[in-house]
């Protein structure tokens, strides 16, 4: 059990740039969940995936971002045309199945300037 | 809708007293609950978790939380705090087994020598 794996662990972006996170869940889980946290609270959810299939998506998660799991293995969290209010700690998590406890990554935080 | 109250943002106790993190909840359903600790720069680790049956539930590191259905809380107590306990803690409840997780906006514990 290597743990989920988060990369970048911090990337710092302009304005108006496009970022891409990448996911490494654990070995054999199917469940992968994207979270964000800002200073201050507690982790917001965002989208997860059974598999490659995605089967819910928050309200938070606006038309600029997206995700994918295209082999149902490792996940990416692109943000298009950021803005100063994406700054914050991207989480991602996995789950053998849904009811199982999730384990989470480091997570990447995203400093916009 | 589901939701979770953690009592205090800050909590501060002498090493080697009780620690006590509240935590109240809203489900319309008997709820699945978590709680999480999050050390500076590193991702969310499972202390324990509820589901069904016994209503104590005891964690790792010497923790233990008790379901109170009457009172709606889930809160989080150790009998003797420890230097290594200070981080932050998040409560969370999962209306069903195989549902997302919402998460408390967090508790910071400070452990004073």
């Known amino acids: 059990d290597t743990g989920v794996s988060q990369n970048p662990r911090h990337k710092i972006t302009k304005r108006g740039q496009n970022v891409t996170f990448r996911c490494d869940p654990i070995?054999?889980?199917?469940?992968l969940y994207w979270y964000r946290q800002t200073l201050g609270q507690g982790p917001e959810f965002l989208t997860y995936?059974?598999?490659?299939?995605?089967?819910?998506k928050s309200r938070l998660l606006s038309d600029r971002f997206s995700a994918e799991r295209p082999k149902g293995s490792f996940s990416t969290l692109e943000i298009q045309r950021t803005e100063q209010g994406d700054s914050a700690m991207y989480l991602c998590?996995?789950?053998?199945?849904?009811?199982?406890?999730?384990?989470f990554g480091d997570g990447t935080r995203l400093s916009i300037l | 809708a589901q939701s979770v109250t953690q009592l205090g943002s800050h909590v501060s106790v002498s090493e080697g007293a009780l620690v006590l993190l509240r935590c109240n909840y809203s489900?319309?359903?008997?709820?699945?609950l978590f709680w999480y600790v999050q050390y500076p720069n590193q991702g969310l680790q499972l202390l324990l978790k509820y589901t069904t049956g016994a209503t104590l539930v005891k964690g790792i590191n010497g923790f233990e939380a008790e379901f109170k259905k009457s009172e709606t809380s889930f809160h989080l107590t150790k009998p003797s705090a420890h230097m290594s306990d200070a981080a932050e803690y998040f409560c969370a409840v999962r209306l069903n087994r195989d549902d997302k997780i919402i998460f408390g906006k967090g508790t910071r514990l400070h452990i004073l020598p």
């Open positions: 489900s319309s359903v008997p709820p699945y």
């Open positions: 995936f059974q598999n490659e299939a995605q089967l819910e």
């Open positions: 070995s054999e889980h199917n469940r």
């Open positions: 998590a996995s789950s053998l199945v849904g009811w199982e406890p999730q384990h």
